[in-house]
């Protein structure tokens, strides 16, 4: 398991640091909030997945989806399994996309979760430092 907690040695290790911590630290707190929520939030969460057919466990849907953002977040902090991380959270907004148009949501609510999910897939495909 490689940390990437060393400073940044090059601008462009910078610009990635800032945003992976940044980024994660979004993350962290947006899984706080759905995890301290409790049940009754994650069931609410999971029932995304009914969208696409998938009707069982809304509640352990949910709980991942929360786990995803908050220990994704954390790891992207930490640099600790970035791209994994990444992954994971991708996931997660590619349900809050369907989720939004699924419901006709305007271009400005879902532009977010597109935003955060083009971040992540960039972290997913370069990784979190330029020694990946």
């Known amino acids: ?37 409790g049940v009754e939030k994650w069931v609410w969460l999971g029932s995304v997945m009914q969208i ?3 009707t069982f466990a809304p509640m352990i849907w949910g709980l991942a989806a929360a786990c995803a953002e908050f220990f994704g977040g954390l790891a992207l902090i930490l640099g ?22 699924h419901n006709g949501d305007a271009w400005v609510v879902y532009s977010y979760p597109l935003s955060l999910l083009i971040v992540m897939l960039g972290l997913v495909v370069g990784g979190a430092s330029c020694r990946d």
């Open 80 to 101: 600790c399994m970035p791209r994994i991380a990444a992954g994971a959270i991708s996931c997660v907004m590619i349900f809050a996309i369907i989720f939004h148009l």
């Open 1 to 37: 398991m490689k940390f990437i907690m060393s400073l940044p040695q090059t601008r462009s290790e910078l610009g990635l640091f800032i945003i992976r911590v940044g980024i994660g630290f979004v993350f962290l707190t947006h899984g706080f909030m759905k995890l301290s929520a």
């Open 52 to 54: 696409v057919g998938i």
